[in-house]
Structure formats: structure tokens, C-alpha cells
T-cell receptor
Framework: EAQVTQNPRYLITVTGKKLTVTCSQN?????MSWYRQDPGLGLRQIYY???????DKGDVPEGYKVSRKEKRNFPLILESPSPNQTSLYFCASSSGRQMNTEAFFGQGTRLTVV | AQSVTQLGSHVSVSEGALVLLRCNYS??????LFWYVQYPNQGLQLLLKYTSAATLVKGINGFEAEFKKSETSFHLTKPSAHMSDAAEYFCAVSDQAGTALIFGKGTTLSVSS
């Protein structure tokens, strides 16, 4: 089954404790991205990657890091989480640019930073 | 820069009634437009997309949307609502570089029996 898998689904952590949210896709997609969803704001892009070793900032990259060492994986790293990073995070992948290709989304990771 | 405005953060309809979710876009180039649906505790799923082939786009689950350039709109409709349609709906436009989807703030659809 074609899917994007995120882990964990739920996470509660404390301010400053480094964490990683994993994302893996099994569709051999070149393009992957991370979004955060906040009430009343919709989804906003954090980072994206057009291919292995190629990453770039989205609209809200501050406080986040990513890496793309393998085509299937695109982890999101919070080096020093803060309460304003409490949010619902989605990983997405697609076969190409966001012109006419469908984006496939993971089920989301709900992060709470206390 | 592209942007999307969804009118109405919450829409309530009765089962069997017409569903109309409004979306207006702003784009300096021909847009690529999408509607996604998010069911509770799920990721987003593509309903339909407009890529300039036809102005009336049919999607999954009986939804359709009409692209109106003169009104810069891409409203989502369904003739008869089902209880299972209750979800959050997002309109999105591709940015010019094709590297991001720019989402509206979402509309929550409630369906009552």
C-alpha cells in the first residue's frame, strides 16, 4: 500500500529537549516536505526537499532542521523545542513539483512542548 | 505571491442538502488549484485538482469544483451531503516554483441528520 508513515503520532516533551520526528514514504517519490497545522492558520510549509541531499526552507523554518540522506526518509529535527512549536505536523511526498501532482500526506504528529 | 481565502470557517448542512464551500485565490500566473479533505485524526487526502484542462473538475466522493477565472474562485460543491462528509476541507494553490502548496485556513463541514 502506498503510504507516508510518520512516527511518533503523539509526543509530549519539555522545552529544550532535542527530538526527531521521522517520515518515510514507499512510493519512490523525489519530493518531500514538512508542514505544520495550527488552528485558524491552515497548513504552512516548514522545509522541503526536491531530492536526496537537496533541501530548502519553506515559510516557517525557524527552529527546525531536516536532512535527506535517503530518498525514502525525511526526518524533522527540533534541536531545542519551545512551546510555540506545539502543533500538528504533517509530512508529505509527491512524484514531482506541486503543479499537477498529488501530494500524499502522513497521518500527522501531534507535538506538545511544555 | 499566491494566496487562498476560504470564506467561512464552519459550514453546517443537513443530510441530503447541497454542500457549497467557497474558495477564492490570488495568483499572478495561471493557477494550479486543489481541494484536500482531512477526516478526524487523519492526514490530508486529495479530493480534486484543477490544472487548466477543464473548468469543471470532478473529484472523489461526488464532489466537484468549478474554476472561474473572472471571479478568481474555485468553489467546492456536492449535490447531496452525507454524514460521512463531515470533515475539514482545505483549498490550496501551488506556488509559482511548484515547491509548496499554499493552503487556506480550512472550512469545517458539519452534517446533521
Amino acid at each position: 500500500e502506498a503510504q507516508v508513515t510518520q512516527n511518533p503520532r503523539y509526543l509530549i516533551t519539555v522545552t529544550g529537549k532535542k527530538l526527531t520526528v521521522t517520515c518515510s514514504q514507499n512510493m519512490n517519490h523525489e519530493y518531500m516536505s514538512w508542514y505544520r497545522q495550527d488552528p485558524g492558520l491552515g497548513l504552512r510549509q516548514i522545509y522541503y526537499s526536491m531530492n536526496v541531499e537537496v533541501t530548502d526552507k519553506g515559510d516557517v523554518p525557524e527552529g527546525y532542521k531536516v536532512s535527506r540522506k535517503e530518498k525514502r526518509n525525511f526526518p524533522l529535527i527540533l534541536e531545542s523545542p519551545s512551546p510555540n512549536q506545539t502543533s500538528l505536523y504533517f509530512c508529505a511526498s509527491s512524484s514531482g513539483r506541486q503543479m499537477n501532482t498529488e501530494a500524499f500526506f502522513g497521518q500527522g504528529t501531534r507535538l506538545t512542548v511544555v | 505571491a499566491q494566496s487562498v481565502t476560504q470564506l467561512g470557517s464552519h459550514v453546517s448542512v443537513s443530510e441530503g442538502a447541497l454542500v457549497l464551500l467557497r474558495c477564492n485565490y490570488s495568483s499572478s500566473v495561471p493557477p494550479y488549484l486543489f481541494w484536500y479533505v482531512q477526516y478526524p485524526n487523519q492526514g490530508l487526502q486529495l479530493l480534486l485538482k484543477y490544472t487548466s484542462a477543464a473548468t469543471l473538475v470532478k473529484g472523489i466522493n461526488g464532489f466537484e469544483a468549478e474554476f472561474k477565472k473572472s471571479e478568481t474562485s474555485f468553489h467546492l460543491t456536492k449535490p447531496s451531503a452525507h454524514m460521512s462528509d463531515a470533515a475539514e476541507y482545505f483549498c490550496a494553490v501551488s506556488d509559482q516554483a511548484g515547491t509548496a502548496l499554499i493552503f487556506g485556513k480550512g472550512t469545517t463541514l458539519s452534517v446533521s441528520s
